[in-house]
């Protein structure tokens, strides 16, 4: 597994640095602007994720999967993605007469159309990115990424500064897709076709189809809660959910963003050794879980200090939301590993069935939410849907696809549950003597939650487990 090792610690340096940059543009940006500004962007926020994945169309996955494509067919995929890109980045322009409408503000009329240039340069990048990946040539991937991220990163704090509100959120966007864009274009020297053929997009479109097919309804299952908390609760509201959704993420970024840009590439090439896919994605699992269940109960009990220390005061309503979807964050970081197995595995049918019903079981949650008028009752309600997704994710990739034992499978968790009940035990206990400073609270809880876990894994078989994981 040379090839995941390598793709391991370039996706590692990328992820971990641009992972530092985003937290500290957030803290500082967030004590610049408002709730209501970053309501704005929120809101907007969920219309350029929607518009990206339909340039997307499921592109990136399937030409990674595909091993028959040749350089005429990767000119003629990103002429094509270009002409798709304008168009839609025209469209977006105009949507914002709509969202100024739903949202009764008129600034959605020109923030939309300088968004517009993100996600044009969004469009344009889906084919290089996809090259390099599929080269594994993930050195290139991620210092692209990083470079264009410090940009935007001194761009959005420069503009926030001069006094440019909600519009340094959208120079900083832009800045960052143009960089990226720029780079990869010249890591691959890709250039567009004289004559788009068509035979290039009907040799993708049948794993491309079921792949966006995934992404649509993943799409609004991910995002129905930002769109309906802003119709019916307003900007502020929306801002301070978002937070709290914004930091159950940040894990998912953290390990996820390290893990899953590599498994569907490297784990492609052994898409019919199914015995051999489920044990070593059995060990990422066990893995995962041994850090997102403690990681989950040391969240959740220290939501108030990661808030209030991260964002500041004025972000006090996300609190209690945060500590409540903080309790997902095991199911999270797990259950978004399946897509890229269904991916290897070459069963994007499969993971569209999957991710359709999981989008039913997330969507009605927050519907159920959005009933009881607070944040604080979508974030219960959310979380429920998300445990209930777990389960029925999981079922069918592990009896499904990886023809195992669900049993099986939930014994890998043993041993994250017993390291959850020790952290939760030591935390509480902390809790009688914690101080008002709460960076110095943070800090305190910070090293117990760390001290546990490393005196558990010392202290039982899992220091093997991980030594053997690492060596393969």
Known sequence: ???????????????????????????????????????????????????????????????????????????????????????????????????????????????????????????????????LNKRMQFKAVNFSLVFSNIFSAIIGITTAFLGFGVYALIYSAITSSLINFLLNRFFTQLTFSKKIKKDSIIEIWNFSKNQFGFNFINYFSRNSDNILIGKFMGATPLANYNKAYQLLMLPNQLFLGVINPVLQPVLSDYQDDVEYIKNFYYKVVHLLGLIGIPLSIFLSMSSKQIILFMFGNQWGEAVLPFSILALTVWCQLTVSTTGAIFQARNQANVLFFTGFISALILVTSIIIGIISKTIFGVAISLSIGFFIAFFWNFSQLIIGSLHSSFLEFLSIFRSAVVLGGLTFIALYLESFFDPNNYFISLAIRSIIFLSVMICYIILTDEKNQIKILLKK
């Open 1 to 131: 597994m040379k090839n995941f090792k390598k793709g391991m610690l370039f996706t590692s340096i990328g992820t971990y640095s641009n992972f530092l940059v985003q937290l500290i543009v957030n803290m500082i940006l967030s004590r610049i602007l408002t709730p209501k500004d970053y309501g704005v962007v929120a809101i907007m926020q969920v219309f350029i994720v929607f518009f990206n994945l339909m340039i997307e169309s499921g592109m990136g996955p399937a030409i990674i999967q595909n091993k028959n494509l040749i350089k005429t067919d990767y000119k003629n995929l990103f002429s094509f993605s270009a002409i798709f890109s304008i168009i839609l980045a025209i469209s977006f322009g105009f949507f914002g007469n709509i969202l100024a409408l739903i949202y009764n503000n008129d600034v959605y009329k020109i923030l939309t159309w300088i968004e517009a240039i993100s996600i044009l340069f969004n469009g344009l990048n889906i084919v290089p990115t996809a090259i």
